[in-house]
């Protein structure tokens, strides 16, 4: 890992332990344990590596001895931690502390040791194509579910189409899309959104997920289950590709997917068959996000919306860490609600968007055994909305939807969760032609 990873290295050897970090984790003010601070979290790892790795560590056994109790703090402490990075954001030296996590993840995982919630997903993802375990036929049924529902909502039919060779997009959306739920009526959007405009697009059955539970892993699974994506577009020979509402996918696609498994040289950079916009940001990878395409449409007024379709919501938006901590992408998901409904309310407004707090799921937290911390951890977040008053969550973040599904409904909140897709595909007037048209 030292010698693969110089940043591991650069963040170990950085840290003066200021302890601006202390009270930014949510898991550590929910939990108020010492060992839950970031930088007491990382010295775990530091103190082995001081041990081990330096000259004085060595001279002097100076350092923490490896031994089996300190694993085990280290599988409890480096699965406490969701790699929001939100700490980051605070620290006056820039030290990231989910690489160090994810270092000690690779540790861990070369031990055998992690999550069976994880490592089943991981292995769904590989072998079937996505973390749901949704195997083709029945990927297929849910894709004529959600045409025979968008028939019945709007009065039009529509045909989404699968494994289509010379689209000129591929969409990739996370799989829970497929699933039901908080995540339905966003896929459904999506559809909706894609044949007002007549898009050219295709899905794929191999490429059906977007997420990649293998960051929260291995580097090695983190690269084989990126993998696919490039591939599938090669074989299918589209243009470009289009994510869906995915957090932690772009964690993969902007810090990882473009030298790990590029360059894709047989892609175009993303460019909007419909307003001509070139989107430059994904010039390195060939992926856009599907807000940013949504928000490029809007702005060029090619879309026909009927915003008093969501007048039964007051909508609010809750940033994702990944999407806002690793892209930026802030302003999009709002600029599409505010122009998709009348009632648009912001979430803590006083607060920067890139340090917004995490949904205490991600990082493979997302499973029964955390649930008692992650409840405690969301409570911050949960006072936020409730000062709101609003009845619709939306995000574009397939594991924020499923938690905060079941957090809104632990505190008895009357609010829906979704998507900003969601909202918009609400809005979209299907039964004219469309703008392009």
Same mark, same amino acid.
Request: proline share 4%; hydrophobic share 40%; net charge neutral.
């Given at each position: 890992?030292?010698? /693969?990873?110089? #940043?591991v290295?650069?963040y170990?050897?950085?840290?003066?332990?200021?302890?601006?970090?202390?009270?930014?984790?949510?898991?550590?003010?929910?939990?108020?344990?010492?060992?839950?601070?970031p930088?007491?979290?990382?010295?775990?790892?530091?103190?082995?590596?001081k041990? *081990?790795?330096?000259?004085?560590?060595?001279? @002097?056994?100076?350092?923490?001895?490896?031994?089996?109790?300190?694993v085990?703090?280290?599988?409890?402490?480096?699965?406490?931690?969701?790699?929001?990075?939100?700490?980051?954001?605070?620290?006056?030296y820039?030290?990231?502390?989910?690489?160090?996590?994810?270092?000690?993840?690779?540790?861990?995982?070369?031990?055998?040791?992690?999550?069976? #919630?994880?490592?089943?997903?991981?292995?769904?993802?590989?072998y079937?194509?996505?973390?749901?375990?949704?195997?083709?036929?029945?990927?297929?049924s849910?894709?004529?579910?959600?045409?025979? /529902?968008?028939?019945e909502?709007t009065?039009?039919?529509?045909?989404?189409?699968?494994?289509?060779?010379?689209?000129?997009?591929?969409?990739?959306?996370?799989?829970?899309? @497929?699933?039901?739920?908080?995540?339905?009526?966003t896929?459904?959007?999506?559809?909706?959104?894609?044949?007002?405009?007549?898009?050219?697009?295709?899905?794929?059955?191999?490429?059906?997920?977007?997420?990649? @539970?293998?960051?929260?892993f291995t580097?090695?699974?983190?690269?084989?289950?990126?993998?696919?994506i490039?591939?599938?577009?090669?074989?299918l020979?589209?243009?470009?590709?289009?994510?869906g509402?995915?957090?932690?996918m *772009?964690?993969?696609?902007?810090?990882?997917?473009?030298?790990?498994?590029?360059?894709?040289? @047989?892609?175009?950079?993303?460019t909007?068959?419909?307003?001509?916009?070139?989107?430059?940001?994904?010039?390195?990878?060939?992926?856009?996000?599907?807000? &940013?395409?949504?928000?490029?449409?809007?702005?060029?007024?090619?879309?026909?919306?009927?915003?008093?379709?969501?007048?039964?919501?007051t909508?609010?938006?809750?940033?994702?860490?990944?999407?806002?901590?690793?892209?930026?992408?802030?302003? &999009?998901?709002?600029?599409v609600?505010?122009?998709?409904c009348?009632?648009?309310v912001?979430?803590?407004?006083?607060?920067?968007k890139?340090?917004?707090?995490?949904?205490?799921?991600?990082?493979g937290?997302?499973?029964?055994?955390?649930?008692?911390?992650?409840?405690?951890?969301?409570?911050?977040?949960?006072?936020?909305?409730?000062?709101?008053?609003?009845?619709?969550?939306?995000?574009i973040?397939?594991?924020?939807?499923?938690?905060?599904?079941?957090?809104?409904r632990?505190?008895?909140?009357?609010?829906?969760?979704?998507?900003?897709?969601?909202?918009?595909?609400?809005?979209?007037?299907?039964?004219?032609d469309?703008?392009?048209?």
């Open positions: 890992i030292l010698k /693969e990873c110089r #940043s290295k650069l170990l050897d950085l840290c003066v332990h200021c302890g601006a970090c202390t009270d930014k984790c949510p898991y550590f003010i929910a939990t108020r344990d010492p060992y839950n601070m930088v007491a979290r990382q010295d775990i790892l530091r103190g082995i590596y041990r *081990y790795f330096t000259l004085e560590g060595r001279l @002097f056994n100076d350092g923490i001895e490896l031994t089996e109790e300190i085990r703090d280290m599988y409890i402490y480096y699965y406490q931690c969701s790699m929001c990075r939100r700490c980051a954001v605070f620290c006056p820039g030290i990231d502390t989910a690489e160090i996590t994810m270092a000690a993840r690779e540790i861990l995982a070369t031990l055998g040791l992690a999550p069976k #919630s994880l490592t089943e997903s991981i292995a769904k993802c590989e079937v194509g996505n973390h749901m375990g949704i195997p083709p036929l029945a990927l297929l849910a894709i004529e579910l959600a045409e025979e /529902e968008i028939k909502e009065g039009v039919s529509v045909k989404i189409p699968i494994n289509k060779k010379g689209a000129e997009i591929l969409y990739v959306p996370p799989s829970a899309d @497929f699933f039901g739920g908080p995540h339905w009526g896929f459904k959007g999506a559809i909706k959104l894609f044949h007002h405009i007549g898009l050219d697009y295709t899905l794929s059955t191999r490429a059906s997920e977007g997420g990649n @539970f293998g960051t929260w580097y090695e699974h983190m690269k084989k289950i990126n993998k696919k490039y591939e599938e577009a090669k074989r020979k589209v243009k470009w590709i289009l994510g509402e995915c957090g932690h *772009y964690r993969v696609v902007h810090a990882f997917m473009a030298t790990m498994n590029g360059p894709a040289d @047989f892609l175009e950079i993303p909007s068959p419909i307003t001509g916009t070139k989107f430059m940001n994904a010039a390195a990878n060939k992926m856009l996000h599907i807000c &940013e395409f949504e928000a490029d449409l809007i702005k060029h007024n090619k879309l026909d919306l009927d915003i008093s379709r969501n007048d039964q919501y909508v609010t938006f809750s940033d994702s860490c990944n999407p806002a901590r690793v892209m930026g992408l802030i302003e &999009e998901p709002r600029y609600l505010r122009h998709s009348r009632n648009y912001e979430l803590d407004p006083n607060v920067n890139e340090k917004t707090v995490c949904c205490t799921a991600g990082g937290l997302l499973t029964d055994e955390t649930l008692e911390l992650r409840l405690k951890a969301i409570k911050p977040k949960i006072d936020a909305i409730k000062a709101t008053g609003a009845n619709f969550i939306a995000f973040c397939a594991i924020d939807k499923a938690a905060y599904d079941t957090y809104l632990y505190y008895k909140i009357p609010a829906q969760v979704g998507g900003v897709t969601e909202i918009l595909g609400n809005a979209i007037v299907l039964d004219r469309s703008t392009k048209k």
